[in-house]
């Protein structure tokens, strides 16, 4: 299995922890987020790994290139970062996306338990993983999903529609990969289209009836965008320091082995 994550950005809400340091790069519990996260992928047998740079990109390469590149962990930079959003980051890895894959937010941390979810459950196409909660803001990047369905998805939704909301991972199978690059192909043609993010795509899909969700409320995840999500990060990564632990010492069965090897080639 593949995974792409989007790690082009500075993350300048995080200022000053940013100002010469990726948003990916900032430590949490001793490690940073890019870290964490190229941790729980490789314990859940992912195997080839890019991650899509652009801000402080020689920083981001040597990190991968010192601790992660023999477990298949690669870069891609998108020089254009400062000019566009996401959508042209994905568009960017869209050569990487011919067989199945995940798609990742370079500011998302989850537990191994969601990844597995996401893997066990997720439809024939595109699956969107999603969480609820009690209210969103405008900064949430809000859902509307009915069953297992995907309706909408948006940061302008409604909210007496909105019935959660995107955490920031995707899987795409089967015919989700071209489904996804020939309208990423579309959407990179349109007016506008640097002020976009991928997700407007994938709304597109689902108004269509191409895009399924997975609802993980109750696990350990949290996208960090600003200081004070800081301390919820670290609450999450304490929770992955503990399930890998577990799996590390063969608490849990299949790629765990493995997991527990490759954890300790990199300390």
Known sequence: MK?????????????????????????????????????????CGVNDIVVVT???????????NKKYAAAGVR???NRDYQKYDNLFSCWKASGEME???ILLNGDTLFEPKVLKRLLSNAGDRITLTVSTKKRYDSD?????????RLKRVGKDLPLDSVNGESIGLSLFRGEGPSLFTNALRQAVERPGAERRWYLSVIDELAQKGFVSVVDITGLAWCEIDFPRDLKSAE?????????LL??????QSGAAEGCGKTMAMRR
């Open 3 to 43: 995974a792409i994550i989007l790690s082009a950005g500075q993350g300048k809400r995080l200022l000053p922890l940013t100002q010469s340091l990726p948003k990916c790069l900032v430590e949490i519990g001793g490690r940073a987020i890019l870290e964490w996260q190229l941790e729980v992928l490789c314990c």
């Open 99 to 101: 067989g199945d894959f």
């Open 75 to 77: 870069t891609l930079l």
């Open 54 to 64: 652009g801000f402080q990109h020689e920083k981001v390469a040597d990190l991968v």
């Open 246 to 251: 577990s799996m590390r010492y063969g608490q």
């Open 140 to 148: 949430d990047m809000k859902v509307q999903f009915h069953g297992t």
């Open 235 to 243: 609450q999450v990564v304490s929770v992955i320091k503990r399930e």
